[in-house]
C-alpha cells in the first residue's frame, strides 16, 4: 500500500523533493522575471506615452521612477516582514498585487492613473524581489544551493538586461498597453504554481515589526534617491542642498537606530560579515558598471547609427542571451571554485567588453557589437552567480531575508547610481562623446568589482 505524503508535511529543512523543487523555481522565476524586467521595459515607450497623454519627458519619467522609488523605499522591510511572517506569504501576496496593478495600468486612459498604479506596482515587486533569494535555502538542499542561486542570478541578470528587447519585441505587433497586460497571465501561473509548492518556511524570528524603522528606511532611502535625480537632472542646488541636509539629519537617526537593533531592518549585523560586506560592494559596483551601458547604448544606436527602437533592443538582446549560457555554469562551477576567484574573472571580462565598446563609431558593423555585448553579458553571467550565492549563504539562516533584502538593495542602489552617472556624463560631455564616456566609467566600475571580489580570496567560501 503505498502511503499518500502531504505537501505541507514534507521536511523543508534541507530542500524540496523532486519534482515540487522544480515546480517551486518556475514560480519563483516567472515572478522574478516579472518584477525585474518591470522597472526598465517601459523604457523604450516614453516619448509614446509622452505625446499619448501630453505630458512633457521630465514629467513622463515618473512612471518609471514612481516604479524603482517604490521597491526602494520598502525593500528592507519586506525582508524583515517575511522573516516574521513567513517568506511565502510576503511572495505570494506581492504576486497577487503585481497581477491587480498590472491590469490596472494595461487599462489606464490618464497619466496619473498610471502612474499610481505604476507605484503600487513597485510595492508589489517589492514585496516579491525582498524575498525571493531567502526562499532559495528551504527550496534547494543545501549542496545544490550554488545551482539555485545560478538560475536566480540568471533570471535576474537576463530580465534587468532584456528590457529593452522585450519590449521591442511586442511593440512591434502590439500597442504600449501590452508591455502591462502580459504580466497578468504570467503573475497567475506563478502565483497558482507558487501557492501548491512554495515551501512553508520553518524557522521565523519572534520579534515584532519595528515601524518606526520602516518609515525612516523608507524616508532615508527614498530622499536618497530623489537627492541624485535632482542633482543629475540639474535642480535648484539650494532645493538639492536642503534634501541632503534632511537625509543627513534622517539617515543618521536612521543608522544610529539600527544599531541598538538584534536584528535590525538595515542589517548592519550582517555587514560584521566580511565575505558578506565585500560581496555586497561587488554587486554595487557591477551594477552600475551594468547601467552604465544599457542606460547609454540605446541613444548611440539610435541617435550616431539611426537604428529603430526596435533594431536597438534587438541588438542588446545577444547580451542576456549570452548571461543565459554563463550564469548556470557558474552556478555549477561555484561549489568547486572559490567564488572571488569566478567573480573577478567574470568582472574582468565585463570590463573588457565595456572598454571595448566604448570606441564604436559610426562606421562599427552590427556584427562587432553583438560580439561586445555577449562578452559584456557573459562576464556578468559568470560574476552575479558566485556573488549572489556568497551574499545569501554567509548569512545565518534566521538572517536569510534581511540578506535577500541586502541584495536587492545593493543592485537598486548599483542601477539608481549607474544612471544618474549616465545623466550627468549626459550633461556635460558632448553627445558624440557622451555613450562613450559613460561605457569608459562603466569599465572603471567594473574593474573596481574585480579587485573587490579578488579581496575575497583571503576569506573562506561559505559554499564549500
Request: charged share 10%; aromatic share 8%.
Given at each position: 500500500m503505498v502511503q499518500t505524503i502531504n505537501p505541507t508535511q514534507i521536511d523543508e529543512t534541507d530542500g524540496l523533493p523532486m519534482p515540487r523543487?522544480?515546480?517551486?523555481?518556475?514560480?519563483?522565476g516567472f515572478a522574478l522575471c516579472m518584477s525585474v524586467l518591470d522597472i526598465n521595459i517601459?523604457?523604450?515607450?516614453?516619448?509614446?506615452?509622452?505625446?499619448?497623454?501630453?505630458?512633457?519627458?521630465?514629467?513622463?519619467?515618473?512612471?518609471?521612477?514612481g516604479y524603482q522609488l517604490a521597491i526602494v523605499v520598502s525593500l528592507l522591510s519586506f525582508s524583515s516582514l517575511g522573516e516574521i511572517i513567513g517568506y511565502r506569504k510576503v511572495f505570494l501576496s506581492g504576486i497577487g498585487l503585481f497581477c491587480i496593478t498590472s491590469l490596472i495600468c494595461a487599462l489606464s486612459d490618464s497619466f496619473w492613473t498610471l502612474t499610481i498604479a505604476r507605484i503600487f506596482q513597485g510595492f508589489s515587486a517589492s514585496a516579491i524581489t525582498s524575498v525571493n533569494t531567502a526562499q532559495l535555502r528551504y527550496i534547494y538542499p543545501k549542496n545544490k544551493i550554488g545551482q539555485g542561486m545560478g538560475i536566480n542570478a540568471m533570471v535576474v541578470a537576463i530580465s534587468a538586461a532584456a528590457g529593452p528587447s522585450v519590449a521591442s519585441g511586442i511593440l512591434s505587433i502590439a500597442s504600449w498597453h501590452w508591455l502591462f497586460a502580459i504580466n497578468?497571465?504570467?503573475?497567475?501561473?506563478?502565483?497558482?504554481?507558487?501557492?501548491?509548492?512554495?515551501?512553508?518556511?520553518?524557522?521565523?524570528?519572534?520579534?515584532?515589526?519595528?515601524?518606526?524603522?520602516?518609515?525612516?528606511?523608507?524616508?532615508?532611502?527614498?530622499?536618497?534617491?530623489?537627492?541624485?535625480?535632482?542633482?543629475?537632472?540639474?535642480?535648484k542646488m539650494d532645493f538639492v542642498f536642503i534634501q541632503v541636509i534632511v537625509l543627513a539629519v534622517v539617515g543618521t537617526y536612521y543608522v544610529r537606530r539600527q544599531l541598538t537593533q538584534t536584528t535590525p531592518?538595515?542589517?548592519?549585523?550582517?555587514?560584521?560579515?566580511?565575505?558578506?560586506?565585500?560581496?555586497?560592494?561587488?554587486?554595487?559596483?557591477?551594477?552600475?558598471?551594468?547601467?552604465?551601458?544599457?542606460?547609454?547604448?540605446?541613444?548611440?544606436?539610435?541617435?550616431?547609427?539611426?537604428?529603430?527602437?526596435?533594431?536597438?533592443?534587438?541588438?542588446?538582446?545577444?547580451?542576456?542571451?549570452?548571461?543565459?549560457?554563463?550564469?548556470?555554469?557558474?552556478?555549477?562551477?561555484?561549489?568547486?571554485?572559490?567564488?572571488g576567484i569566478l567573480g573577478s574573472i567574470g568582472m574582468a571580462l565585463f570590463a573588457i567588453g565595456l572598454f571595448s565598446l566604448s570606441s564604436l563609431t559610426a562606421e562599427s558593423s552590427?556584427?562587432?557589437?553583438?560580439?561586445?555585448?555577449?562578452?559584456?553579458?557573459?562576464?556578468?553571467?559568470?560574476?552575479?552567480?558566485?556573488?549572489?550565492?556568497?551574499?545569501?549563504?554567509?548569512?545565518?539562516?534566521?538572517?536569510?531575508?534581511?540578506?535577500?533584502?541586502?541584495?536587492?538593495?545593493?543592485?537598486?542602489?548599483?542601477?539608481?547610481?549607474g544612471t544618474t552617472i549616465v545623466a550627468l556624463v549626459f550633461s556635460f560631455v558632448i553627445q558624440d562623446r557622451s555613450t562613450s564616456v559613460c561605457l569608459i566609467v562603466g569599465s572603471v566600475f567594473a574593474v573596481l568589482a574585480a579587485i573587490v571580489s579578488s579581496l575575497r580570496l583571503s576569506q573562506p567560501s561559505t559554499l564549500k
Open positions: 523543487r522544480i515546480w517551486a523555481v518556475v514560480s519563483v517601459v523604457n523604450v515607450v516614453l516619448p509614446t506615452l509622452s505625446h499619448d497623454f501630453g505630458t512633457s519627458p521630465a514629467v513622463t519619467t515618473w512612471i518609471i521612477n497578468v497571465p504570467l503573475g497567475i501561473t506563478a502565483l497558482v504554481l507558487g501557492i501548491k509548492y512554495l515551501p512553508r518556511q520553518e524557522e521565523r524570528t519572534k520579534r515584532k515589526f519595528d515601524t518606526i524603522s520602516a518609515v525612516a528606511n523608507a524616508l532615508t532611502f527614498g530622499l536618497l534617491i530623489y537627492t541624485l535625480d535632482g542633482f543629475a537632472h540639474h535642480e531592518l538595515l542589517p548592519l549585523d550582517l555587514l560584521k560579515i566580511p565575505i558578506f560586506r565585500l560581496s555586497i560592494l561587488t554587486s554595487i559596483c557591477s551594477f552600475i558598471a551594468q547601467m552604465s551601458a544599457m542606460v547609454s547604448l540605446p541613444f548611440f544606436l539610435q541617435n550616431t547609427l539611426g537604428h529603430s527602437e526596435v533594431t536597438t533592443g534587438l541588438l542588446l538582446t545577444p547580451w542576456p542571451l549570452a548571461t543565459l549560457v554563463t550564469a548556470p555554469l557558474a552556478g555549477n562551477l561555484v561549489e568547486r571554485i572559490h567564488p552590427d556584427i562587432s557589437i553583438i560580439l561586445r555585448l555577449m562578452l559584456c553579458g557573459a562576464g556578468f553571467g559568470l560574476f552575479q552567480t558566485p556573488n549572489n550565492s556568497t551574499i545569501i549563504s554567509s548569512a545565518p539562516t534566521n538572517r536569510s531575508g534581511g540578506a535577500s533584502g541586502m541584495l536587492g538593495m545593493a543592485r537598486l542602489l548599483g542601477q539608481t547610481s
